[in-house]
């Protein structure tokens, strides 16, 4: 038997003034329980007590789509989402729950962590959701992804820099890209300004905020596109991680 996920309305209203219905509760429950199943089986996340889970998974997927607390009003409206090294559906799959009207993109190299989460889309009912496996370097030079979608989802697969030349080249002009980071410095800020200059975006917020229950540090950084990503980028694969821009 599962442990139960804590509902924590309370903390949902007062951090990003929303509130999961009945059934995206039951929808997050679920989610839970099926990433505990697949643990089993493959390497698909550490954390695995409920309110931790809660936290660092479902509040931090949905707390980068709430620049200073408010969800992104394009997420209801059809927005086409896209989540680079989602792994085991993080933050992709707690933003389609909580955006139902979004379509959202799944994307990630390894095809294990793919096949769960085309069973979980399944098993969650969420529809226009699709998968993609593959590298970022590799799809964000293939021309019905490039410059194709609004927002870019990134947490936990590499440098700032690095991130940026994942999202960047797969937005069309005028959309957003959010990497989701823990720590930040001064040093990061610098590297990614020349990072972004060089893949036609700006950066637009870099946001800090502390988790609601473990009070840990967090930064959201969010980077707007404002002018056509140069061909050459993103550049091969590895080259990106090997040679930073
Ligand atoms: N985003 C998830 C999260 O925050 O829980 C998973 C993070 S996990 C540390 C990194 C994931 O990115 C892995 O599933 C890996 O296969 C994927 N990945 C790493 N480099 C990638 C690339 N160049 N293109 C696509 N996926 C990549």
Request: aromatic content about 6%.
């Amino acid at each position: 038997m599962t442990n139960s996920l804590p509902e924590m309305a309370e903390i949902w209203q007062q951090t990003l003034n929303w509130q999961p219905t009945a059934q995206q509760q039951e929808q997050f429950q679920r989610l839970y329980e099926l990433i505990l199943e697949g643990n089993r089986q493959l390497n698909l996340t550490r954390i695995t007590d409920p309110e931790e889970f809660w936290e660092k998974h479902l509040w931090d997927s949905l707390r980068g789509i709430a620049p200073q607390g408010q969800f992104i009003s394009s997420l209801q409206e059809g927005a086409s989402v896209i989540d680079i090294g989602t792994g085991a559906g993080f933050p992709g799959i707690p933003v389609k729950i909580a955006a139902p009207n979004c379509t959202i993109t799944l994307m990630d190299s390894t095809r294990k962590k793919i096949t769960f989460i085309e069973q979980t889309l399944t098993e969650l009912a969420l529809t226009n959701a699709k998968t993609l496996v593959g590298r970022a370097e590799e799809i964000g030079q293939q021309p019905e992804h490039r410059q194709a979608y609004d927002i870019a989802l990134i947490r936990a697969v590499g440098t700032a820099s690095v991130c940026a030349e994942y999202t960047l080249p797969l937005l069309k002009q005028g959309g957003l890209a959010i990497i989701y980071r823990g720590n930040w410095t001064e040093d990061e800020t610098t590297a990614l300004q020349n990072a972004v200059k060089q893949l036609g975006g700006v950066i637009e917020l870099i946001e800090k905020f502390t988790t609601p229950l473990s009070e840990s540090i967090r930064h959201c950084v969010y980077l707007r596109k404002v002018a056509t990503t140069p061909v050459q980028f993103p550049r091969a694969t590895g080259i990106p991680t090997q040679k930073p821009l």
